[in-house]
């Protein structure tokens, strides 16, 4: 199905192209062939009808004539189309219909059966039938196609047709290659064409069976048209195929029990913190989170340590030339995390943020507020009214509310033209349905480098919370589970591994890495409605040894921010006022301050109102301070403007 969408945009683009190019021009030249502006009209009639008829016969049986019908016009066809390229091979057009010819056209192939009677007796049966493809190998198409995108580098068209002939004939790879440079501008694309490049990538990952990822790029696709519904009618075969991978992994043979008490750990695995994952550029990684592009840098330079930038992560795990082969999966536990760093071999794994709660991305927003068929209901008013948190890192819910999202139907059947019951009779309710936590742009990934059973902890690197961070089994199980136990592993090829010393040689946790546990762990209680504990995570918090202005900062604020939730309103100014000492430029907890005074007549009512506002104010105007509050504040998170400008308003109820 996907294939014969393709051929209908070729024929499309074929007719237009017949329109606008030189291949309408008159070609009177000496030595130049055909001789007639005319002369590549056929052609595009010859194609349009080849791929329309053959494409009918490979549903049905044809007649003698309709198989002499299809031959016949794939070799007047095919031979125009090389006829142009030997006139001018630097013919971008020429060159574009010569390849789609070669890759798409169809022709027809004589098959012979033979069948033997009781009796012993022997007959051959002769069958005509049609193949797509004007030859068993698509080298000279695809040359074509490239060809005719190198020649005309601006044209969309081309490029987009190369990457699905790429994708067609099993490249996905190198297809990849094509669309991710055409989704960074090279060539510039319309909305129409980012749709279909969009769709593309999709598919382009979904041949790699990374679901997770093709689906990340069909929800881009839809944030470019909500309406788009060729994108939600694929997200139900998505989900299926994330589920028939689910059950078809299989379980390492000789895995030792999780519960010996053998420790397992790889030494040698560098460190990348989440601001280096954020440097780590690349169009192909426009939604993937810092995380999961610093926790598969980590992988890499382990076994590859001169790597640096995407373009090596490529180049290493291309599937025809890369020494290491990326292996995506989901495990049934950490029986099999320990067969993988047995054999030496670090471990990629996608979790929820925390035990507690994940961010929810937006297009999961957008879906809910579209009323995407969601059923059970989620309401986010009522989720806010239980968000203790500042909202400062944006929108955090339980894991139970991801759960319920990914039981939702994103569209119901007459949005998706589909029946009540699957092709299978199986209903709407038994089909499998998204996890919110594979999707890439809120994607929380880490590099599991060990195991210790007899103390029961998992040991991560985790790019904001450091270096062998140690995660009890439990939370690391809650964690695992809610991503569906997903893990990637880079295995070379050859089987060789580093060499690397025995024991560990990790750097301890810096202040600012054990802070960042403390906060996003109170945050996310917070977050949930649970107040007492996140007050607790925060206190602790404060009490790290050598803890930075910036971390205070937070902590402070965040503790100031429930009391105010609370309405225990002279505790919150107290504390919001302690953090403004800690980072005297931010002008947020000036503006919150104010707020409290002004609405409550609490800590000076309007008087301090006015002196707190005025304060703000002049702070949010001063933008040579406030560069100098951003280099106060802690470099292990995300988006440090928002977190000392102005605080976001209380949740509504």
Known sequence: MIRMMRVSELIAAVALLCTTTGWAAKTNTPGSHPTTAMAPLPAMQDFTENTALGAELETRAGTEAEYS??????????????DLVAANRQNAAAQYMLGSWLIYGYRVVTTQETTTEAAGETHSIQSRTVVVGMGDDPTEGLTALKIASDLAPANAQYALDYAAALLDTGQSGQALAVLQAAWGGKPALNLQEKARAGMLLSDAYAARDRISDARKWLYATLLLNADNT????????????????????????????????????????????????????????TF????????????????RPEARTWEDYLKATDDQKGSLREDWGHAKGLDELRAFLSAGDPVIVVTARTPYAHELYGVFEMLLSLGAGGQPSVNLQDLDSQDYSSRILGRMVGL????????????????????????????????????PLHESATRCARVVVGLDPARRVVIVHDPVFGPAWEVPYDDFEVMWSAADHMYCVLAPRDGTRPFVATTSAYPPRTSDQRAAEHYLYGYSLAATGKATEADERYRAGLSVEGLSPGYRFLFLQERGFLAYRQERWEQAVSLLRQAAEQIPQAPG?????????????????????????????????DEAGMEVGLRAFPDNLLSPAPLIDIIPGPPPG
């Open 69 to 82: 019908r299809v031959q016949k016009l794939a070799d007047r066809g095919l031979r125009v189309a090389r």
């Open 230 to 285: 060729e994108v939600v009618n694929r997200l139900p075969a998505l989900d299926t195929a994330m589920a028939a991978l689910a059950v078809a992994e299989p379980t390492p043979v000789g895995v030792p029990s999780a519960g010996s008490s053998a420790r397992a750990l790889i030494a040698g695995v560098p460190f990348i913190s989440i601001r280096e994952g954020c440097a780590i550029e690349h169009p192909s990684l």
């Open 288 to 303: 993937e989170h810092p995380s999961s592009r610093a926790a598969h840098m980590m992988a890499l330079r382990y076994h």
């Open 400 to 435: 139970d509310i991801h759960r319920k999202i990914g039981e939702m139907k994103l569209a119901n059947a007459e949005d998706t033209g589909t029946a009540d019951n699957g092709a299978d009779g199986e209903s709407p309710q038994d089909a499998p349905r998204m996890n």
């Open 589 to 621: 907890p000036w503006f919150r301050m104010a707020q409290i005074c002004r609405d409550t007549g609490a800590a000076g009512g309007k008087s301090a109102a006015d002196e707190f506002q005025k304060t703000a104010e002049e702070l949010a105007g």
